[in-house]
Structures are given as C-alpha cells and as structure tokens.
C-alpha cells in the first residue's frame, strides 16, 4: 500500500514539474518538524524559487492555487520563508485507516518499487573467541535491517563473516590435541593414570570435557601455553603450516574447533531471536582458495605494486597524515594474505557469484577506512558494478555506568552470556514483585521476553552511530521508551480486547464488519493519524538502516494510544463509536506486535 506521504509527494510533484524552469527539483514533502502546524511540509518550493530566482512566498502560493489535494488536506498553509505546511483530513485519515486494516499486511506496507538481491554482512565473530558485548550490536542491528529489507520485499542473503582462519589455530589445534590425548588416556586408564602420564607430557586440564565443550577456554589456555612453552609454541607453528598446506589431519582439528565455537554462537542468535543459521556462515575460510588469484588479477590490471617486500594497493585519495598515499596490504613479504585480501574476494563472490546490487556491512565505526579503502580498490578492479551499492553501517560502542568502554571489574571484555543471563535474572525479580500470582513457567518466559528484549531494545533505540552507556536500570525502567514500557502497552490493550469480548460477542467480527470510522475526539485522530504512518517509519527506517526511527515510532504509537485510552472509554463507548475504538485498539497492537516482533525480533507478552 502507498503511503500518504508518497501520495502527497506524487501530487504536488506533478504540479511543480509543470513549472517552467523546475528540473532537478524535488517536492521534499516531509513529516512536519512540529505537529502543531500541520502532519506533513512541503520542503521544496525554496530550493526552486532559488533557481527561478524569483519570491519563495509567491511562488509558494502559485503552487498552492494549482495544487488539488482537497481530498487529502485541509487548505494548504504558507508558512515562513515558503515551507508549505499541510494537515490531514479526518475523513481522509478515517478512510486510509479502514484500507491499512484490510490491506494484504493489515498494516499499511510499502513494497519497494523495484526489489534487489541485497548481501548483510553481520555479526562476524571470531572463532574461539566467545562472542563479547562488542558483537552484540552488530548481530542484532543487522538482524532488523535484515528483516526491514525483506519485509519491503527485496531478497536479502545474510553472510555471517565470521573469523575462522588464522595463525591462532596452529596453538588451538596443539592444545586440543594435547587436550584429547588426556580425555583418551583417562578414559582407558582411568583418572589416576592420565594425571601421571599428564604430568609426563606436560599439564592437563583439570576438567578435560570443559576444555572442548568451550573454546574461549581452550584459547585462553593454547594462549597461555604457546607464551611460556617454547615446545608448543614449535609444534603451533607446525600446525599452521599444515593448515596451510591443507593436511587432512590438521583440517580435522581445525574443523571441529571451528564447529564448536559455531554451535556456541548459534546458542547465542537462538536465545537473542536473532535469525542467523549455520547456513549463512560463510567465513574467511571460505575464500581460501581464491586468494592467491585475488592478488594475481590485482598485479595484471597494474593496480598491485611490491612495496617493501608487501603486494599493496595504492587507491586514490588516501593519504596518511604526512600526505604520504596510504596501502591496501594484500600479502606480506612471508607470502601471508590479509584481511582486506579476504574482503576483496568476498566482494568478487557477493556480486559475481551472489549477484548482488547491494552489500551492507554491519560493523563498529573503527573499521570505516577499512572499507572504504576495500571499496575503493573492488571498483577500480572492476569487480563491482558502478550501480552497485556498497554500504557500510556503522556503530559506536557500548559503554560502562563510568562512560568507559564496558568491562567487568577484572577489566575484561564482558561476556554476551553473562549479561542477558542478568538481564532476564533482573526481570525475573520484577515480575515476582509485580505479578507474585503467575504460574512458574509464565514467569519465566515473561522473565525471559522482558530480559532479552531490554537489552536488545535499549540497543535498538539509541542512534546506532553514537556509544551508549549500558544501564540496567534504564533498560528494565516501566517508564520512558523500553522493551517493558512497550510490552506492557501490548499487554494491556490485549487486556481490552479480552475484557470486550467477555460479553459473547466476536470482536475480530465486529471490526472486520466496520466500513466507516468514526473519529471524532482529537486524541482519537491523533492515534488514527500516527497508525496510517507506520508504512512511512518502516520506509525511513529500513532507508537509513536505523532501528531507532523504529522504536521513536513505536513509543510515540503507545504514548499517543495511552492519550486515547485516557480521553475514550472503549468498553463503554456508545455503539457507534465503539468499532471505531476497538478497530483503533486493535491496529495498536498489531502495529506493536509486529514492530516489535516481526522487525527487531522482541517477544510480546499477551499477559503481563
Ligand atoms: N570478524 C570481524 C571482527 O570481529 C568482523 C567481520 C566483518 N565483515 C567483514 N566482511 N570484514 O571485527
């Protein structure tokens, strides 16, 4: 369904283009900055009255006199400088709500006009490492913009990047190894005997199944070992290059490895609702084989020079601080390949293999010249499409209460586990302060729906460019814009809806059964007015790949709703306002649900 916005933007365009003069000039119809003048603006009478060069204001009114929008607006007003400000018509307001009801999404969407493959590059954590908070925001921030593209209709491919390749596998598959050898003897000559022969070889683990079952640890320990062991840092360095020269033995090692830190993340992306598979991994270890041709085609289109010993791309433009150009390393002078190297044959694969017509990468801020540099280089080696689009989304960091980035108090990285484990810990106790009644596994799925969608809505509705400080407290608050203000707006309008269908009638029947609304009381339009525009937020949303214009829209959807229900009796209204009412009731908690569910991939609760 095409959103009021749209409409308005095609109408007056068409009047502007009649315009002597105006090519390149857009209407600019906005959302108004202030909702006391008016729902929309029309922005782009000055811009053209700039190149007419004549009067902003005359011409503002030319276009007024032409314009026909009486069965959208009310009359047009010229304000200020040329804006022109524009307001809904409540019988138009009334009739797009009853379309947007029936519409195919009962929620008003606009598909994209023409759909593309698109490739989000998101997540990306690396191998034997447990996924820190730093990976939060990149998997669920690339998780709504995955749904948000998908919803407008494009075919989106997730490509989670993760690092699973590197020199540190040589020290891993050592210790693992090691670790096996232990388990192998205990379980042959029990426990006494592995310790002995464990002191023979060197130290064992103390508890053996742990060290597999968790590869942090195993890390930890191949790090600790490989620093203060000079024979296993000799036999780490053997591993790498097997690994290198594809030895079977050392594959295998390598695989299980990579295939249980995998199974940790996936627990990760499951209990976070986030949707990624094992199937969209699709690792640095993936493009292996295509290197060395990577940094072949460089050389032979002459965009690869040797540069102490190193292959480096020089793209134009960038420059260090001294003016000096700045390299593209793609191989070291030990023949080693690189980052970059493995991002520009993942480009090669998205738009030749994956065919895509846009790659959205999903990472912290720090990595910004990496790819613009990457970009860079992928064009001028013809590797992408000039029309191709290549985005990098960034975001800032997560900080402590001491505006520091967050640690724990031994200064390490804080765990991802550890922290949604507090966080449905923390909602657990405000559930058993607020609803003691509930059965035990209402109170842990409540605990867990709240706990989970704080932290990730806390995420989603700071401006993802800026760092955010990490409170607890503000995330679980009941006030201001979070998960549990917002699942308890859901939850309480479905307690209407129960209540209204107590006294046996069928409330689904008595809204489907409405053709014409009833708005009357201007907290009523205003809830009416904000539920047409939620097609609008998506499409601003998904357009800046920013989820907090979501949940703005979401929050200000169940404030305007709170307005309504305070001015409108809805059980009680009189028979001719109260389909009107239940409808308004009934698209509110659509709205919520599916913003909240279907977008950013947070539970509501039907109870609370
Ligand atoms: N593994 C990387 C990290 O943890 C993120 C990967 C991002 N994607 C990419 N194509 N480089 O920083």
């Not at 009021?4 to 007056?12: C, P």
């Not at 009649?18 to 600019?28: D, E, I, R, Y």
């Not at 306002?577 to 909240?596: E, F, V, Y």
Request: with cysteine.
């Amino acid at each position: 369904m095409q959103s009021v916005l749209n409409i308005l933007e095609t109408r007056i365009s068409e009047v502007m283009a009649k315009v002597p003069g105006s090519q390149g000039c857009p209407a600019l119809v906005r959302p108004a900055t202030d909702a006391r003048f008016g729902d929309y603006q029309i922005n782009g009478v000055m811009p053209l009255a700039k190149q007419l060069k004549t009067n902003p204001r005359k011409l503002a009114e030319q276009i007024v006199a032409k314009l026909d929008i009486s069965d959208i607006c009310e009359t047009p007003e010229i304000a200020g400088p040329g804006f022109i400000n524009l307001r809904l018509k409540p019988e138009f307001v009334a009739k797009t709500l009853v379309q947007v009801s029936k519409d195919a999404t009962g929620l008003g969407i606009e598909k994209a006009e023409k759909p593309k493959t698109i490739v989000v590059d998101f997540s990306g954590p690396n191998i034997a490492k447990q996924m820190h908070v730093g990976h939060l925001r990149s998997t669920i921030i690339g998780d709504s913009i995955c749904r948000l593209l998908e919803l407008q209709g494009n075919k989106v491919i997730r490509q989670n990047h993760i690092g699973d390749w590197g020199t540190q596998f040589g020290m891993l598959i050592a210790r693992n190894r090691r670790t096996q050898f232990g388990m192998l003897i205990a379980y042959l000559f029990g426990e006494k005997t592995a310790e002995r022969m464990t002191k023979v070889f060197g130290k064992r683990p103390d508890d053996a199944s742990n060290v597999i079952a968790n590869t942090e640890q195993l890390y930890r320990e191949a790090k600790k070992q490989y620093d203060s062991d000079p024979k296993f840092a000799k036999r780490s360095r053997e591993f790498v290059v097997a690994l290198q020269k594809k030895e079977q033995g050392a594959l295998n090692y390598w695989k299980r490895i990579v295939e249980l830190s995998i199974n940790e993340c996936q627990e990760m992306y499951d209990k976070l609702g986030v949707k990624l598979t094992k199937d969209d991994a699709h690792g640095e270890s993936a493009y292996n084989d295509d290197l060395p041709g990577v940094v072949a085609e460089l050389k032979k289109k002459g965009l690869a020079v040797e540069s102490e010993g190193a292959v480096c791309v020089f793209p134009e433009g960038f420059k260090d601080k001294e003016g000096k150009p700045l390299p593209v390393i793609v191989q070291k002078s030990d023949g080693a390949y690189l980052y970059a190297t493995t991002d520009l044959a993942a480009i090669r694969y998205r738009v030749g293999e994956l065919k895509a017509d846009k790659i959205i990468y999903v990472t912290d801020a720090r990595q910004g010249l990496h790819f613009e540099m990457v970009f860079a280089v992928a064009r001028k080696a013809g590797w992408v499409k000039p029309e191709t689009e290549l985005v990098h989304v960034t975001f800032g960091s997560v900080l402590g209460e001491d505006g520091k980035p967050l640690k724990t108090r031994s200064g390490e990285n804080v765990k991802l586990k550890e922290l949604l484990d507090e966080a449905i810990e923390r909602a657990r106790k405000v559930v058993e302060e607020k609803n003691p009644g509930l059965s035990e596994d209402e109170k842990k799925s409540i605990a867990n729906a709240v706990g989970i969608g704080a932290v990730k809505y806390a995420d989603y509705t700071n401006n993802r460019t800026s760092d955010y400080i990490f409170s607890f407290d503000k995330m679980l608050a009941m006030e201001g814009n979070t998960a549990p203000y917002m699942q308890y707006a859901y939850a309480r309008i479905k307690s209407i809806e129960r209540k209204a269908g107590d006294k046996k009638v069928d409330v689904k029947q008595e809204i489907a059964n409405i053709k014409n609304l009833n708005l009357t009381e201007t907290s009523e339009i205003n809830l009416a007015k904000h539920l047409i525009r939620y097609g609008e937020a998506i499409s601003s949303s998904a357009g800046d790949y920013r989820p907090n214009y979501l949940t703005a829209y979401l929050y200000d959807l169940a404030q305007k709703f709170s307005s309504f229900y305070n001015d409108c009796p809805v059980l009680d209204a009189s028979a001719d306002k109260r389909p009107t009412r239940l409808l308004l009731c009934d698209l509110t908690a659509k709205t919520i649900k599916h913003g909240l569910h279907n977008l950013l991939g947070i539970e509501v609760i039907e109870q609370m």
